[in-house]
Structures are given as structure tokens and as C-alpha cells.
């Protein structure tokens, strides 16, 4: 695989785990407010029983409406559909304006409402009791199959056209902490492949209307997906499809009907193997940091991710004072042993997004995004501080204390990579000339240049675009935010149509996602005030629209009101980032 295709993987990767977990997030936030949600349901119930209220009865339908959208979007289907036939049982309320209860009772369906979501209203606690447990056994430790392979909190793509099976193993998997896509066919799963990266694909052979060998064509003539591992899962004991499927590139072929914790015991045993792999090409055997050839890679793809949405990153060049003399004195196997527990000290006490590599002998180099020079400092500071007071190794019963000298460097546009590090280890140098256990940091820029340059970010600031995001739904607003922020923009939220109405003429916004059904003002009266609307102050605005309204009617009436796109709910997550970035022009 080329240097080029493995940076594209690993950066797929990345992306696609932060997906996962801001989905395993959200799925949490969401049956915490699912319960308070069936809670409001319950006691509106009660109070309707006893006497209809129009408004009670329409927030009966803004709850429902706002569980359809939004519960789609985790993965809870059943909820969403349970939740689609209760809006269906409360739409009428939307066409009645206010008047007296005895009218209302004697022209509307409100007692069929009624009893049909107490039956509803069962089935949704029933979802909330499925929930809640699967989201305890997530978090629980088992000692079985499972647990094995939950730790590896992998990515993998079924693809099989057996429904039942599909949302069997999906269930299954979900549960040992997987994050599962599913294909019914063979052109969905091409799909999947190239929005996405997986760990492994199981693949059933016997599909329509293509077979799943169409697939094995496709996966070989990707070099980014030619190594990805792939079990068939198949009806057939055939020994020459078996044969065939090897021949073609399988890993592993697993024969209906099978039992599930043999398949999750055949997949942790792959994962754990390619991970084996991964480690041997980029980690360093003594250490288990990365190695060298990995930083040269990764910092690489760091610096791309800088020029499209600018921040600090600072680097840190790392040399263990006076170690020939540790090795001289003890031996290299204390050396070893020292170079062991410095890496372990600096690892446990770096951030996730810190990138540590042993960069040669008794040197390492660590980057630190969105970290200024000073606050690389500090942060190495209190590295330093730890290993003064702390022994890093033990032999025999003896005992070993070190130092280091480092250089830290923050990265200036128009440096190479080499010349950035040479600055770092210059100053590391530096810092071995004053008497070594300190840290030093390279020479700062003169005072005009670090006028220009703060000048220039606040510039940039300024010139980032602002996105507003209308929607009631909190779980929702926080699960749209958290898969934007890593854009260059800006992002204000609001809960209902007022308070919206109320920043967009007061402000200027370059784009607004809005939901259809909003309390207060709704999304289609804003977009008409909008239109009509001289004192509303972005002119330019481009609305991105929300709705749970799938009929073309309502698609074309909110593209006919001045929206720019419209979406239905439930939506993936990586096609309405890819809509904003369009609407809002950031590619």
C-alpha cells in the first residue's frame, strides 16, 4: 500500500471513528431524554383523560413529532416508527384553532387518539426498557466472547439481503460495542465502503441481484480496501465455493446456520491479528510508542488539516540527559528499561490527541495540536516535574531516576517539515547547553512578526462563517454540533422559532439549518418572514431545512419558500455535513 493510500486510510479512520463515538454519545443522551419524554406523554395523558385541552393535545403531537425525527437518526427505528403512527393519530390537531372544549370534544377524533396512544404509549416504554438495557450491558465488563471483542470497539459492515439475520447480528454486535453498518445488496455496500472505513465485511454469497463475488472484484481493485478483512458468511457447505472464496481473497467462511459467539470469536480473531500487523509496521517494539516511519506520516496529514482550518500545533524534541552513562554504568537492558517507563510516564500524562514517537536512541518527538508555544511548554513542564520526583524504572530492587532536555517549536507557515524539527532540536540543544533538565523554547519571532501573525488570526476569525441550528430537539442540536465543530465556522443554537427569528434579524448568519415544526414560530413561517422581511439582516442566508414531512408537497413548499435544501428525518450524519460544507461553500 503507497504512502499516499495510507495516509488516506488512516484519515478516513480517524473521521469515522469520531463518527462513532459522537453516535454512541448520542445514543445515551437520547434514552435519557426519551424517559423524560414518555414521562410528559404519561401525564399529559392523564390530564386529557379528564379534560382535552387544545394545547395539551398539540404538545401530545410535538412530542411524538420530535421523537419520529430524531429517533431514526440513533439507530432506534422501532421508536421512530411507533412514534410515526402516534403523529399520524394527532395531525388534526394542527387545523383546529382555539375554541371551547365541549366543541372540541363533540367535532374531533380526540377520544380515538386517546386510547390509541395508551396503546402506543406501552409499546414505546417497552423500547425504553430494551434501551436502557442494552445500554447497561455496553457498559458492563462480561468475561465471555463478547467482552473480548467489545475492547476493540470495531466498525463493520454487514452485508447480507436476509432481513431478519441482518437485524439479528446488527443487535448482537451493537451489543459487544460495535459499530455496524448493514447492505442488503451489493450496490449499497459499494456505497458504504467509500463513504466509510471498516475493520472487517462479512459478506453473504447468495444475493440478489448480484452475487456477493461481485464484491470481491470490487474490494481487490481498491488498493485502500485489498487488505480490509472479509469473512463470507454462507448457506452453501460447499467446499468448491469455499475454495473460491479463498482463492478470491477471503479471510474466513463461516456456513449457515452458525452460532453467534463462534462468529464473534472468528472476528475478534481477525481484528486482533490485523492490529498485530498495524502495530509491528508503526509502533516501536521497546517503547510501544510510535515509530518514526508513523510520525512522518501522521504529521504530514496534521499540517494539511492546519492549512484547511488554521490552528497552533507545537513540537517537542525530547533527549534523556547523561543515558550513555545509564547504559555504561547498568547496561542496556536498564537503558531499556528506562526508555520504557519515560515513554509510559509521558503517555499517561499526554492527551489523546497528542502524537508521541520515539524518534531514535534515547530521543522522542511529540506534536501538540491546536497547542500554542507557551502552552506547550507548560504542558511539558509538568512532564518534566514528574520525572524529577519520580524513578522511571526498577531493577533488582534498585531504582532509576533521569532527566531530559527538550526544544519545543510551534509550526510557522512556509517551514518545512525537517526545518520545523531542526528548530525543536536546536532548541533541545540549547537546552542541553544551559545544564541540561530544563526546556527550551526556539527563538520567538521578532515583535512585528508576532503582531502580524495575531493580527492575521483574528483576521481569520473574523472572516469564518456563522451557521445557525433551529430545532427543539436538544439531543439533536448537541449530536449536529458535534459533527460540525471541526469545521471553520461558527455555530449558534436556538430551540424555538422566536428566539430564532429573533437572532436572524439581529445578526447576520451565512446558513441556517431549521427544523419544520418548532414551537412559537414554525420553519415555514420564518422562511416567509425571510422573504418578506426587509429588516432581517442576512440577506444572503442559506437555509438547509429539517422536517419529519417525507410528501412531496411539503418538500416542494419549503423549497418554494426560499429554502436552499431540505432534508427528511431520520438523515445520515455524513450527508448533511457534506450539504452544509456545499451550502455554506468550505471545500
Known amino acids: 500500500m503507497s504512502h499516499r493510500n495510507i495516509e488516506r486510510a488512516k484519515d478516513s479512520a480517524s473521521e469515522s471513528d469520531r463518527d462513532a463515538r459522537i453516535l454512541k454519545q448520542g445514543r445515551k443522551l437520547f434514552i435519557r431524554e426519551y424517559d423524560k419524554q414518555l414521562q410528559q406523554l404519561q401525564s399529559l395523558l392523564t390530564a386529557v383523560q379528564m379534560k382535552p385541552i387544545l394545547e395539551d393535545l398539540q404538545q401530545c403531537y410535538r412530542i411524538a413529532h420530535t421523537l419520529k425525527g430524531s429517533a431514526p437518526v440513533f439507530g432506534y427505528l422501532r421508536i421512530g416508527k411507533l412514534a410515526e403512527d402516534m403523529v399520524r393519530k394527532w395531525e388534526w390537531t394542527l387545523a383546529i384553532e382555539k375554541q371551547n372544549n365541549e366543541l372540541l370534544l363533540s367535532t374531533s377524533p380526540v377520544h380515538e ?77 459499494k456505497r458504504l465502503l467509500r463513504e466509510h472505513t471498516y475493520d472487517l465485511v462479512t459478506l453473504d454469497l447468495m444475493m440478489y441481484p448480484q452475487s456477493g463475488y461481485e464484491l470481491f472484484d470490487f474490494l481487490k481493485e481498491d ?63 521497546l517503547t510501544g510508542v510510535f515509530n518514526r516511519r508513523y510520525f512522518d506520516l501522521q504529521i504530514g496529514l496534521e499540517l494539511q488539516r492546519i492549512e484547511r482550518y488554521p490552528a497552533p500545533i507545537s513540537l517537542v524534541f525530547i533527549d534523556i540527559d547523561s543515558f550513555k552513562n545509564v547504559n555504561d554504568t547498568y547496561g542496556h537492558h536498564v537503558g531499556d528499561l528506562v526508555l520504557q517507563g519515560l515513554a509510559h510516564l509521558m503517555q499517561v500524562n499526554l492527551r489523546s490527541t497528542d502524537l508521541l514517537a520515539r524518534f531514535g536512541g534515547e530521543e522522542f518527538v511529540i506534536a501538540l495540536p491546536n497547542t500554542t508555544v507557551d502552552q506547550a511548554r507548560s504542558i511539558m513542564q509538568d512532564v518534566l516535574d514528574k520525572v524529577r520526583v519520580k524513578p522511571v524504572a526498577q531493577n533488582e530492587g534498585q531504582t532509576f531516576s533521569i532527566t531530559f532536555s527538550a526544544g519545543v517549536a510551534e ?42 501573525k495575531l493580527v492575521a488570526h483574528a483576521n481569520a476569525q473574523l472572516q469564518k462563517k456563522k451557521l445557525l441550528i433551529v430545532d427543539d430537539d436538544p439531543i439533536l442540536r448537541a449530536i449536529l454540533i458535534s459533527q460540525l465543530e ?100 468550505l471545500d
Open 486 to 585: 471541526h469545521l471553520p465556522i461558527v455555530i449558534t443554537q436556538v430551540s424555538d422559532g422566536e428566539a430564532a427569528w429573533q437572532l436572524l434579524s439581529d445578526h447576520v448568519f451565512d446558513a441556517c439549518i431549521l427544523d419544520g415544526i418548532l414551537p412559537g414560530l414554525d420553519g415555514f413561517t420564518i422562511l416567509e418572514k425571510l422573504k418578506t422581511d426587509t429588516n432581517a439582516r442576512s440577506k444572503d442566508l442559506k437555509v438547509l431545512m429539517l422536517s419529519g414531512k417525507k410528501k412531496e408537497a411539503d418538500v416542494a413548499k419549503g423549497l418554494l419558500m426560499g429554502a436552499d435544501d431540505y432534508m427528511t428525518k431520520p438523515f445520515s450524519l455524513v450527508e448533511l455535513e457534506n450539504r452544509v460544507k456545499q451550502l455554506m461553500k
Open 411 to 452: 509550526w510557522q507557515a512556509g517551514i518545512t517539515i525537517a526545518e520545523w524539527v531542526a528548530k525543536a532540536d536546536d532548541a533541545m540543544y540549547q537546552a542541553k547547553q544551559q545544564g541540561k533538565n530544563r526546556i527550551v523554547l526556539a527563538d520567538l519571532e521578532d515583535e512585528g512578526a508576532q503582531f502580524t
Open 223 to 285: 488498493p485502500t480496501l485489498k487488505w480490509l478483512p472479509l469473512i463470507v458468511l454462507s448457506g452453501r457447505d460447499d467446499i468448491s465455493d469455499k475454495v473460491r472464496c479463498f482463492h478470491l481473497g477471503a479471510d474466513d467462511y463461516v456456513t449457515k446456520p452458525f452460532q453467534y459467539e463462534e462468529l464473534a470469536a472468528r472476528i475478534y480473531g481477525l481484528l486482533k491479528r490485523t492490529r498485530n500487523f498495524e502495530q509491528l509496521a508503526f509502533r516501536d517494539p
Open 113 to 189: 387518539s386517546i386510547e390509541r396512544t395508551v396503546e402506543l404509549l406501552l409499546e414505546l416504554k417497552m423500547e425504553l426498557d430494551i434501551g436502557l438495557t442494552e445500554i447497561q450491558m455496553d457498559e458492563e465488563t462480561d468475561p465471555v466472547t463478547g467482552s473480548m471483542l467489545r475492547a476493540l470497539k470495531s466498525r463493520i459492515l454487514l452485508v447480507d439481503d436476509d432481513d431478519a439475520l441482518r437485524s439479528y447480528l446488527t443487535r448482537r454486535l451493537q451489543l459487544d460495542d460495535c459499530v455496524v453498518d448493514e447492505a442488503a445488496d451489493v450496490e449499497s455496500a
